[in-house]
């Protein structure tokens, strides 16, 4: 078959599939079972639509002319900044009763016509907010309303935070990169030898820091909970190592009734949270499972409690790979051996694929603020043997950017 008979057939299954797929019915099955944000996705439909995105985009890869594809990287602060704009405007709020045309949504945002419509353009032609062309009007659709200021994990906080501060910080990765740099990306940006979150609470922004990632914790609680068979840990109790604010510990000993719950963290963070597990707290309801001696301050680059299950989210990824050996084999050491006993890793891993970009974004957002990493499957296998472990398995998690990185001793 030649070059020319192959584009012809791809042309025309892909347009029969497309017809298929924005077929009334067909889209109310996609808003049911694929992105509907009040429930899981079906997880058969996920991984088969994962893999048709993954394919779609390695054949555009393919096919796009060359200079394409770069003007999507340095054009790409166009999509952050229009984006930013439309939130700052409310332009989801002011959607979210109906359709409008640009006329009555300037109006109503307080916006020029023309450059709203302008700001508008990229947005949905790459799949936020839709437009009808017969009756120029713009209307939400499943992506945009999680942009809605009442939607329960509060995304437009992210456009906000990401759009402006980080946005920011970008500006410094080329300077930090350079060999012989010793500061990150947001110490370049900003010309301080403060850490960032040391500078971030300088200039205040530490509450919008823990709004926006207690949103996405809140978003990926779900999939963590139930795509993960904690059962198996039965009524042992679980230690959160770097645990925080307490929010996951509790998430997971609500969704486990037998199970109790102990949390360890640096002295100022478990001083600070002890009140959540008492009387009047936010987690009042968990103070009998995770009692006050459950609550321990201390360092994990040093000795940690004994316990047979540990989980820990998002703290591997600030550290240099002998960090993480030290602090895995510290672990290892403290663990009580039993059928049962596992380490939980919450961490994002590595993919080249169109599906897995966000973890391409965290490798890089945590390169530019703490000098972190994200890391392959293989490297996570590495170095948990390193340390003394097995990886049992690592663990697909529906709607989460980290997967569960099963370790047993």
Known sequence: ??????????????????????????????????????ALPDKEILQRATSVVDKLGEMQLILEPAHLILADHFFGYTDTKCLVAAVDLDVPGHL???????????????????RLGQILRPLYTKGIFSYEPAT???????????????????????????????????????????????RCAAQVNFDTDLDMFAYFESQ??????????????????PGILVDYPWHEIGDKTVMDIGGGSGALLASLLRANPGMSGALFDRPAVIDHIIPFFTKGGQF????????RGNLISGNFLEELPKYEAYTMKWCL?????????KILKNIREAII?????RLIVLESVLSDTRSGRVSVYGDINMMMTVNGQERTEAKWNELAERAGWRTERIWPLRNAWVQAIDLRP
């Open 317 to 325: 990824h600030d550290w240099d790979d002998e960090t993480v050996v």
């Open 204 to 221: 205040g922004w530490v509450p919008q820091l823990h709004k926006t990632l207690g949103g996405g914790a809140k978003a990926m609680a």
């Open 136 to 182: 120029e009007e713009y209307a939400l659709n499943h992506v945009s309303r999680l942009l809605l200021k009442d939607h329960a994990t509060q995304w437009h906080n992210w456009v906000t935070l990401y759009g402006n501060q980080f946005f920011d910080i970008a500006r410094g990765i080329p300077e930090a990169v350079k060999s012989g740099s010793t």
């Open 96 to 114: 979210a009763n109906g359709s409008k045309t640009l006329e009555h949504l300037a109006m109503v945002t307080h916006a020029t016509p023309l």
């Open 284 to 291: 009042e309801d968990l103070e009998s499972r995770v009692p």
């Open 337 to 341: 051996a039993t059928e049962s006993s």
């Open 1 to 38: 078959m030649s070059l020319i008979q192959t584009l012809v057939q791809l042309e025309a299954s892909l347009t029969a599939f497309l017809s298929i797929l924005t077929n009334d019915g067909v889209k109310r099955e996609l808003q049911e079972l694929l992105y509907n944000d009040k």
